[in-house]
Protein backbone atom coordinates (compact mmCIF):
# COMPACT_ATOMS: atom_id res chain seq x y z
CA UNK A 1 0.00 0.00 0.00
CA UNK A 2 2.98 2.58 -0.93
CA UNK A 3 1.32 6.07 -1.03
CA UNK A 4 4.39 7.52 -3.42
CA UNK A 5 6.59 4.95 -5.42
CA UNK A 6 9.53 5.45 -7.60
CA UNK A 7 11.79 2.83 -10.40
CA UNK A 8 14.22 2.31 -10.49
CA UNK A 9 15.70 2.63 -6.94
CA UNK A 10 19.13 2.09 -8.06
CA UNK A 11 20.35 3.72 -12.03
CA UNK A 12 23.77 3.79 -12.52
CA UNK A 13 24.32 4.75 -16.56
CA UNK A 14 26.85 5.69 -19.01
CA UNK A 15 27.68 9.46 -19.87
CA UNK A 16 25.54 10.36 -22.87
CA UNK A 17 22.89 7.73 -22.18
CA UNK A 18 19.34 8.51 -22.38
CA UNK A 19 17.25 7.28 -19.07
CA UNK A 20 13.62 7.33 -17.60
CA UNK A 21 12.60 7.49 -13.63
CA UNK A 22 8.75 6.60 -13.19
CA UNK A 23 6.65 7.65 -10.46
CA UNK A 24 2.79 6.48 -9.04
CA UNK A 25 0.91 7.76 -6.44
CA UNK A 26 -2.32 5.95 -4.93
CA UNK A 27 -2.89 8.30 -2.97
CA UNK A 28 -5.89 9.72 -5.31
CA UNK A 29 -3.79 13.65 -5.38
CA UNK A 30 -3.54 15.58 -8.59
CA UNK A 31 -0.62 17.29 -8.28
CA UNK A 32 2.42 15.49 -8.81
CA UNK A 33 6.33 16.70 -8.73
CA UNK A 34 9.48 16.26 -9.11
CA UNK A 35 12.71 17.06 -6.83
CA UNK A 36 16.75 17.32 -7.54
CA UNK A 37 18.82 16.28 -4.52
CA UNK A 38 22.30 16.81 -5.09
CA UNK A 39 25.33 15.62 -3.16
CA UNK A 40 25.38 18.10 -0.45
CA UNK A 41 21.92 17.32 0.38
CA UNK A 42 20.31 20.45 -0.73
CA UNK A 43 16.69 19.86 -1.82
CA UNK A 44 15.48 21.56 -4.97
CA UNK A 45 12.02 21.30 -7.23
CA UNK A 46 12.14 20.80 -10.68
CA UNK A 47 8.64 20.38 -12.10
CA UNK A 48 5.39 19.73 -11.07
CA UNK A 49 1.84 18.74 -12.98
CA UNK A 50 -1.37 19.49 -12.13
CA UNK A 51 -4.10 17.62 -13.53
CA UNK A 52 -1.40 16.21 -16.22
CA UNK A 53 -1.07 20.15 -16.71
CA UNK A 54 2.65 21.28 -16.32
CA UNK A 55 2.28 23.80 -13.95
CA UNK A 56 6.32 24.73 -12.00
CA UNK A 57 9.01 24.40 -14.65
CA UNK A 58 12.06 25.64 -13.26
CA UNK A 59 15.49 26.66 -14.65
CA UNK A 60 16.64 23.27 -15.53
CA UNK A 61 18.26 21.82 -18.56
CA UNK A 62 16.08 20.73 -21.82
CA UNK A 63 17.79 17.38 -21.73
CA UNK A 64 15.18 16.93 -18.66
CA UNK A 65 11.46 16.54 -20.06
CA UNK A 66 8.85 15.54 -17.64
CA UNK A 67 5.33 13.50 -18.78
CA UNK A 68 2.07 13.05 -16.77
CA UNK A 69 -0.11 11.02 -18.46
CA UNK A 70 -2.39 10.54 -15.92
CA UNK A 71 -2.76 12.53 -12.78
CA UNK A 72 -1.46 9.47 -10.93
CA UNK A 73 1.82 8.78 -12.98
CA UNK A 74 4.80 11.34 -13.60
CA UNK A 75 7.34 10.49 -15.28
CA UNK A 76 10.76 12.01 -15.78
CA UNK A 77 13.36 11.20 -18.77
CA UNK A 78 16.69 12.35 -19.08
CA UNK A 79 18.71 12.79 -22.36
CA UNK A 80 22.38 12.57 -22.92
CA UNK A 81 23.20 12.19 -19.46
CA UNK A 82 26.13 14.20 -17.83
CA UNK A 83 28.53 13.64 -15.13
CA UNK A 84 26.56 16.51 -12.64
CA UNK A 85 23.17 15.05 -13.32
CA UNK A 86 24.29 12.66 -10.42
CA UNK A 87 22.04 13.02 -7.08
CA UNK A 88 19.01 11.89 -5.89
CA UNK A 89 15.82 12.42 -7.97
CA UNK A 90 12.53 12.61 -5.21
CA UNK A 91 8.74 12.48 -6.33
CA UNK A 92 6.13 13.71 -4.84
CA UNK A 93 2.58 14.00 -4.47
CA UNK A 94 -0.46 16.58 -2.98
CA UNK A 95 -3.92 17.61 -3.78
CA UNK A 96 -4.56 21.44 -4.00
CA UNK A 97 -7.19 23.49 -4.35
CA UNK A 98 -8.50 25.97 -7.11
CA UNK A 99 -5.82 24.10 -9.97
CA UNK A 100 -2.95 24.00 -7.38
CA UNK A 101 -3.37 27.46 -6.92
CA UNK A 102 -3.73 27.54 -3.07
CA UNK A 103 -0.01 27.03 -1.43
CA UNK A 104 -1.79 25.04 1.66
CA UNK A 105 -1.54 21.00 0.39
CA UNK A 106 1.32 19.16 2.39
CA UNK A 107 3.58 17.10 -0.18
CA UNK A 108 4.04 13.62 0.18
CA UNK A 109 7.35 12.03 -1.14
CA UNK A 110 8.43 9.19 -2.76
CA UNK A 111 11.86 7.19 -1.91
CA UNK A 112 13.72 8.15 -4.37
CA UNK A 113 16.16 6.91 -7.05
CA UNK A 114 19.60 7.58 -6.71
CA UNK A 115 21.02 8.44 -10.38
CA UNK A 116 24.72 7.90 -10.84
CA UNK A 117 26.44 9.14 -14.29
CA UNK A 118 29.91 7.42 -14.87
CA UNK B 1 12.88 34.54 -3.53
CA UNK B 2 11.76 33.33 -0.10
CA UNK B 3 14.55 32.36 2.10
CA UNK B 4 14.77 29.65 4.41
CA UNK B 5 17.37 29.06 7.33
CA UNK B 6 18.01 26.14 9.26
CA UNK B 7 19.98 26.29 12.47
CA UNK B 8 22.07 24.63 13.73
CA UNK B 9 23.57 23.02 10.24
CA UNK B 10 24.71 19.90 12.79
CA UNK B 11 23.89 18.22 15.82
CA UNK B 12 25.17 16.14 18.25
CA UNK B 13 23.36 14.46 21.26
CA UNK B 14 23.19 11.50 23.70
CA UNK B 15 20.40 9.72 23.69
CA UNK B 16 17.94 10.90 25.94
CA UNK B 17 19.02 14.17 25.45
CA UNK B 18 16.43 16.75 24.22
CA UNK B 19 16.95 19.66 21.37
CA UNK B 20 15.73 22.54 19.49
CA UNK B 21 16.16 22.67 15.70
CA UNK B 22 15.11 26.69 14.16
CA UNK B 23 13.56 27.48 10.63
CA UNK B 24 13.55 31.28 9.96
CA UNK B 25 12.04 32.39 6.91
CA UNK B 26 12.25 35.39 5.29
CA UNK B 27 8.84 35.88 3.49
CA UNK B 28 5.18 35.67 4.92
CA UNK B 29 3.81 32.21 4.43
CA UNK B 30 0.72 30.22 5.15
CA UNK B 31 2.24 26.86 5.28
CA UNK B 32 5.36 25.03 6.86
CA UNK B 33 6.34 21.30 6.75
CA UNK B 34 8.93 19.57 8.60
CA UNK B 35 10.70 16.12 7.38
CA UNK B 36 12.95 13.80 8.47
CA UNK B 37 15.29 12.29 6.16
CA UNK B 38 16.29 9.10 7.59
CA UNK B 39 20.18 7.34 7.42
CA UNK B 40 18.19 5.55 4.25
CA UNK B 41 17.21 8.83 2.34
CA UNK B 42 13.85 8.52 2.84
CA UNK B 43 11.48 11.62 3.60
CA UNK B 44 9.12 11.73 6.00
CA UNK B 45 6.80 13.94 6.62
CA UNK B 46 6.89 14.91 10.48
CA UNK B 47 4.61 18.05 10.77
CA UNK B 48 2.12 20.51 8.73
CA UNK B 49 1.99 23.45 10.84
CA UNK B 50 1.19 27.07 9.39
CA UNK B 51 1.39 28.44 12.79
CA UNK B 52 0.42 27.20 16.24
CA UNK B 53 1.84 24.40 18.12
CA UNK B 54 1.37 20.44 17.34
CA UNK B 55 2.65 17.44 18.94
CA UNK B 56 3.34 13.99 17.91
CA UNK B 57 5.03 11.52 20.67
CA UNK B 58 8.10 13.13 21.35
CA UNK B 59 8.13 15.55 18.60
CA UNK B 60 6.29 18.90 18.69
CA UNK B 61 6.62 22.27 16.70
CA UNK B 62 5.56 25.47 16.80
CA UNK B 63 5.45 28.00 14.38
CA UNK B 64 4.71 31.99 15.18
CA UNK B 65 4.23 32.86 11.36
CA UNK B 66 3.70 36.92 12.43
CA UNK B 67 7.66 35.94 13.73
CA UNK B 68 8.78 34.50 10.77
CA UNK B 69 10.29 31.07 12.53
CA UNK B 70 9.48 27.67 13.32
CA UNK B 71 10.79 25.06 16.08
CA UNK B 72 10.57 21.75 16.11
CA UNK B 73 11.61 19.73 19.51
CA UNK B 74 12.79 16.70 20.25
CA UNK B 75 12.93 14.91 23.29
CA UNK B 76 14.32 11.80 25.12
CA UNK B 77 16.22 11.50 22.16
CA UNK B 78 16.79 7.89 20.12
CA UNK B 79 19.28 6.95 18.14
CA UNK B 80 16.69 6.41 15.57
CA UNK B 81 16.08 10.37 15.51
CA UNK B 82 19.51 10.44 13.45
CA UNK B 83 19.45 11.84 9.95
CA UNK B 84 18.42 15.23 8.41
CA UNK B 85 15.83 17.02 9.46
CA UNK B 86 14.15 20.13 6.58
CA UNK B 87 11.86 22.73 6.75
CA UNK B 88 10.10 23.73 3.59
CA UNK B 89 7.62 26.70 2.98
CA UNK B 90 5.75 27.36 -0.54
CA UNK B 91 6.96 30.28 -2.75
CA UNK B 92 4.53 33.14 -3.15
CA UNK B 93 2.44 34.01 -5.98
CA UNK B 94 0.33 30.68 -6.85
CA UNK B 95 1.65 26.77 -7.13
CA UNK B 96 2.96 24.55 -3.86
CA UNK B 97 6.45 25.10 -5.16
CA UNK B 98 8.30 24.19 -1.52
CA UNK B 99 11.69 26.08 -1.19
CA UNK B 100 13.98 23.79 1.29
CA UNK B 101 16.06 24.66 3.64
CA UNK B 102 20.00 23.68 4.21
CA UNK B 103 18.34 21.23 6.79
CA UNK B 104 19.92 20.40 10.11
CA UNK B 105 22.11 17.27 10.45
CA UNK B 106 21.51 15.16 13.69
CA UNK B 107 23.35 12.43 15.17
CA UNK B 108 22.20 10.48 17.82
CA UNK B 109 24.91 8.51 20.12
CA UNK B 110 24.03 5.44 21.82
Known amino acids: DTAVSQTPKYLVTQMGNDKSIKCEQNLGHDTMYWYKQDSKKFLKIMFS???????INETVPNRFSPKSPDKAHLNLHINSLELGDSAVYFC?????????????????FGPGTRLTVL | GIQVEQSPPDLILQEGANSTLRCNFSDSVNNLQWFHQNPWGQLINLFYIPSGTKQNGRLSATTVATERYSLLYISSSQTTDSGVYFCAVPVSGGYNKLIFGAGTRLAVHP
Open chain 1, 49 to 55: YNNKELI
Open chain 1, 92 to 108: ASSQSERGGQVRTDTQY
